[in-house]
């Protein structure tokens, strides 16, 4: 962090924090109080006010997300303050559970977002759609599948014909959500690092079951809450595999395996 950007934004005092594998990470005091800030390239201002704008909109609806307070660009660096949250809560995956279900229950206009966004650093197009397969073929996996193509990866298209008749509530979804996503405050249970849209909710709780997954008091405080509809068993390899080729398309070929086996699942149904 040079000089001239800490003026800029009067920090007083600055220490290097973990906050993922993109950004510059702090915890900086500015005017004796703490704040969270992440940092990068004059690139990522786009980035970092669509984040900004995502943690807003969880916020309204009810998750438990920071705070953001300022998205700008400063001594050519672009960065994201928001809240500095104590995450040294008693971890308490039932809570998250609920709190996700709550959240779930509140219906949006249609599906999509006021603004696009990303997911980790890929684009993410969120135009507003009233048909949820129209939105998923051509929102998620029509773009994944072609950047996939064009970084040398033969792939099939994939068919939304299980989302054909499925037409759920609009969902504000967090839309990343994966343990590195997710902490626990003394307050409860806390989201960050959001790529937010109406949708099915479903796509939420297929991506807590990758890369490790949730516990499975989590599921059930969820399903108690907010029962799942029968059929999420085969359309959560359809939510997943926009997930995975994302990753494909971000990190390369270690994640093809998993790509393939979710598109085999998917075409034997």
Known sequence: MNEEFRKQLGIEESSRVTG??????????IEKKPFFLKCNTASFENAFAAEADGLAGLRRAGY?????????????????????????????????GRMLAQTHRK???????????????????N????????????????????????????LPDVSSDLLENHQPQPSLLHGDLWSGNVSFMPAGPVVFDPAVYYGDREADLAMTELFGGFPREF????????????????????????????HLNLFGRSYLGQVEETLGLLLRL
């Open 107 to 125: 219906s949006g206009p249609r599906y999509g977002w006021s603004r696009d966004n990303y997911i980790g650093t890929t684009p993410q197009a």
């Open 64 to 96: 438990r997300a920071p705070e953001p307070r300022s998205v700008d660009v400063a001594a050519n660096r672009a960065y994201l303050l928001m809240e500095f949250l104590d995450l040294k809560g008693r971890v308490d995956f039932p809570a998250l």
């Open 127 to 154: 135009a507003w759609s009233d048909n949820w397969a129209e939105f998923w073929r051509e929102r998620r996996m029509k773009p994944q599948l072609e950047l996939a193509r064009k970084k040398g990866f033969a």
């Open 20 to 29: 993922g594998c993109i950004h510059e990470c702090y915890r900086v005091l």
């Open 219 to 246: 599921y059930d405080a969820y399903n108690e809450a907010f029962p799942l509809p029968a059929g999420y068993e085969q359309r959560k390899n359809l939510y997943n595999l926009y997930h995975l080729l994302n």
